[in-house]
Nanobody, 125 residues
Framework: QLQAFGGGLVQSGDSLRLSCAAS????????MGWFRQAPGKEREFVAA????????NYADSVKGRFTISRDNAKNTVYLQMNSLKVEDTAVYYC????????????????????WGQGTLVTVSS
């Protein structure tokens, strides 16, 4: 089970860190990802991290601004978001992949079988 939190209302240029807490003893075995869904748009890939934390991948739209990381001892994955833009406004979801890193890093929704409930990030101008 996954639970994302840390969203809120911020201004353009601000930073925010999202967290996703996972229950279960096998968290460290899963590649993890963050996705987002803006109003009226489809859910899209944001970032992914390998099960050990050594590999990451990002959508072009957030590359250089967002950082995904994980702490397997705490069963938690993070998304540090810097230089936020109005277009980053969305509900952010964490998810656990059902596949290996080579596929999970591509961020296809069908490769992620377990999803958290989402946390809303609103960026004002």
């Amino acid at each position: 089970q996954l639970q994302a939190f840390g969203g809120g209302l911020v201004q353009s240029g601000d930073s925010l860190r999202l967290s996703c807490a996972a229950s279960g003893r096998t968290f460290s075995s899963y590649e993890m990802g963050w996705f987002r869904q803006a109003p009226g748009k489809e859910r899209e890939f944001v970032a992914a991290v390998s099960f050990g934390g050594g590999s990451t991948n990002y959508a072009d739209s957030v590359k250089g601004r967002f950082t995904i990381s994980r702490d397997n001892a705490k069963n938690t994955v993070y998304l540090q978001m810097n230089s936020l833009k109005v277009e980053d406004t969305a509900v952010y979801y964490c998810a656990a992949a059902d596949t290996i890193w080579a596929s999970a890093r591509q961020g296809h929704l069908q490769d992620y079988g377990s999803w958290g409930q989402g946390t809303l990030v609103t960026v004002s101008s």
